[in-house]
């Protein structure tokens, strides 16, 4: 089946620094890729919409400066966390819409931790 | 943005004993997914439906499209330890559109 990637798998950053995510399709093009947080013991939450060379839709109440999402090519979406604080520590996971647009597959989820 | 329905919310279960798990909604979609997440990684799709009354099976587990397009059921027989996860399930309305949404998921718990 249809792979998708994140890398890192977890990372620790300083308070008020920036922390990058990227989000691979590694065997098939999306156009279409989702961001989405989650909260221990919680469900999916989904934070934005990103399509390939346009502006991601962002969820209401998502900070769109706060995280920056972009999908430069077909293969790649990278979620940018600006300024973290502690309280963005938190699981980011995302997926993406497969070729034949009804499917999707996740990543295996990057730990956030901000200390 | 919008979520489905499931149930049940939880449900702990004996090893060896069959599970069943539901998703609702009052729209109708054309793809039905069902997804498991083990704790610190991501869901891994288990069965996808395309088909208004579609019956798939993978392995153990048992899925299928209600002809309503409204729901859709996920079984899973002779339960083992390792089937203890989050199940969620997601619609899919439009091909290649954005009209994508889950559910809050089902935690089952197995005991041996």
């Known amino acids: 089946g249809a792979v998708v990637s994140q890398h890192p798998s977890w990372v620790i950053c300083k308070s008020g620094t920036s922390v990058k995510i990227e989000c691979r399709s590694l065997?098939?093009?999306?156009?279409?890729m989702f961001w989405y947080r989650q909260f221990p013991k919680q469900s999916l939450m989904l934070m934005a919409t990103?399509?390939?060379?346009?502006?991601?839709?962002?969820e209401q109440g998502v900070e769109k400066d706060k995280f920056l999402i972009n999908h430069a090519s077909l293969t790649l979406s990278t979620l940018t966390v600006t300024s973290a604080h502690p309280e963005d520590s938190s699981f980011y996971i995302c997926?993406?819409?497969?070729?034949?647009?009804?499917?999707?597959?996740f990543g295996e989820g990057s730990w956030l931790t901000v200390v | 943005g919008q979520q489905l329905n499931q149930s049940p919310q939880s449900m702990f279960i004996q090893e060896g004993e069959d599970v069943s798990m539901n998703c609702t909604s009052s729209?109708?979609?054309?793809?039905w997914l069902w997804y498991k997440q083990d704790p610190g990684e991501g869901p891994v799709l288990l069965i996808a439906?395309?088909?208004?009354?579609e019956l798939t099976s993978n392995g153990r587990l048992t899925a299928q499209f209600g002809i309503t397009r409204k729901d859709s059921f996920l079984n899973i027989s002779a339960s083992i330890p390792s089937d203890v996860g989050i199940y969620f399930c997601?619609?899919?309305?439009?091909?290649?559109?954005?009209?994508?949404?889950f559910g809050p998921g089902t935690r089952l718990s197995v005991l041996p």
């Open positions: 997926s993406a819409l497969g070729d034949a647009g009804n499917t999707i597959y």
């Open positions: 065997d098939f093009q999306a156009t279409t």
């Open positions: 990103s399509n390939e060379g346009s502006k991601a839709t962002y």
């Open positions: 729209s109708i979609f054309n793809t």
């Open positions: 439906l395309y088909k208004a009354g």
């Open positions: 997601a619609g899919l309305r439009d091909n290649y559109g954005q009209n994508f949404v």
